[in-house]
């Protein structure tokens, strides 16, 4: 089956490619959550005015592929900073030059409008009477939806964030395409450095599925922590 | 305004390009789509009512497919069928074929999209109540016209959500082919960026066509929603 001898020469590359790839994921998912509750909960109880922004923004980074918002942000809004000479002297500058930054910032936006999409449904399923109930007892708004809205629209909706976290992880992918070197990238060396075609792709998918299943089971640990709407 | 008078220079250079690019990928994504379609539906059917072994090798087919980036997929797919399939074509002695951009980028996005779209349709045809089959069958009608006078009106009005989303994830991944190469919108939209230098401007563009690809989609499937689910209501209010 194929020609691995080039694998334990590039061992610690897909190491650090396994790395990159989890950070990636990492702060994609943390961060577009925390931007997924105020873009979802904004589309169920804020101002219209603002129900409406979120909404576009939803339909707009749904509506156009993930390699597109990803080139726009590295190569479109990237060409534009030096044009401003004050960049370049100040302290981000470093960090505008590396492409990290870019993708992690389009994940993070593409996961935010996904997630929010699905929070706003999660918001909108949880029983008026219950939220109704927290205000009665005398909580306050900021409370009623720490203690009670936010965590049974969570607890309704954590299978769907399991997949939302799956296809995002597939997508990450893509960020080789601005020179960073994920696991894909990394296949992508080998696949350069040895004239292999198939061999680095197959490994990289097996990678692939060990990170699904890993995230998989993480999140079945989590629905199993908390307790579910059907049994409670 | 320097941008829109950007945005206007690179529409009358690139505009035709772009459009031939947006063909590219729309014809890709039809084609994958039906593939797509045609393979979910023999999928479907497959793991409900086949044996044990064909039951096995789809369930690897829709696990591993639905795992594994699309990207690693493609290329691996676009690589190696077009490959093997120059070498059956020699070794068959037809000598050398070139296999077009067009039929291995159908081919391969309508392989990936048949996982999912098996999970679909199976969900669907799980959905038709038993009782309408039946009556189908002691009405003397075969299993062909079962299937196309009884479980498709049945399943439709369930799977066309599911189906809508599909179609809008397969016109987004046609933008994965500019990858291995095929001259989609995406692409022709970098070769844009990369001869006007309007970098921003170029990939503001593409942006808006594909959003405006997905909004007349949303409201077509939405008139086909409205279709299928002629007298069920509840059911379309239910959905998305």
Known sequence: MGEWYWLPDYGWRFVEGIWVTLELLGIALFFGFLLAIPIGLVQVTGPRWLGAIARGYCTMIRGTPLLIQLWLLYYGLGSLFPYFPELRNSFIWPILREAFPYAAFAFILSVAAYEGHIMRGAFASVPKGELEAARAMGMGRFTVLRRIWLPRAIQNVLPTLAGEAVLTLKSVPLASTITIFDVFGVGGIVRQETYRIYEPLIFVGFIYLLITAVLVVLFRWLENRVPSANRA | ?240
């Open chain 2, 1 to 240: 305004m320097t941008f829109f008078a950007n945005i206007y220079e690179l529409i009358s250079e690139w505009g035709p390009n772009l459009m031939g690019g947006l063909a590219a990928s729309l014809q890709i994504a039809v084609g994958g789509y039906i593939l797509g379609l045609l393979i979910g539906v023999s999928g479907a059917l497959g793991k409900i009512y086949g044996g044990p072994v064909l039951k096995w090798s789809l369930e690897i087919y829709t696990t591993l497919i639905r795992a594994v980036p699309e990207l690693v997929l493609i290329l691996l797919l676009y690589f190696a069928g077009t490959q093997l399939l120059s070498q059956a074509f020699m070794a068959m002695g037809y000598g050398r074929v070139d296999i077009s951009g067009l039929a291995a980028g159908i081919a391969v996005l309508g392989f990936v999209q048949g996982a999912y779209s098996t999970e679909v349709m199976r969900g669907a045809i799980l959905a038709i109540p038993k009782g309408e089959v039946e009556a189908g069958a002691s009405f003397g009608m075969g299993s062909f016209k079962i299937f196309h006078r009884i479980m498709i009106p049945a399943m439709l009005p369930l799977a066309l959500p599911g189906l809508a989303n599909l179609w809008l994830i397969i016109t987004k991944d046609t933008a994965l082919l500019a990858v291995v190469g095929y001259e989609e919108l995406a692409l022709v939209t970098r070769q844009a960026a990369g001869a006007t230098r309007y970098y921003l401007e170029a990939y503001i563009v593409a942006g808006a066509i594909y959003l405006a690809v997905t909004l007349v989609s949303n409201q077509l499937f939405k008139l086909a929603e409205n279709r299928v689910t002629r007298g069920r209501k509840s059911l379309a209010s239910g959905g998305a």
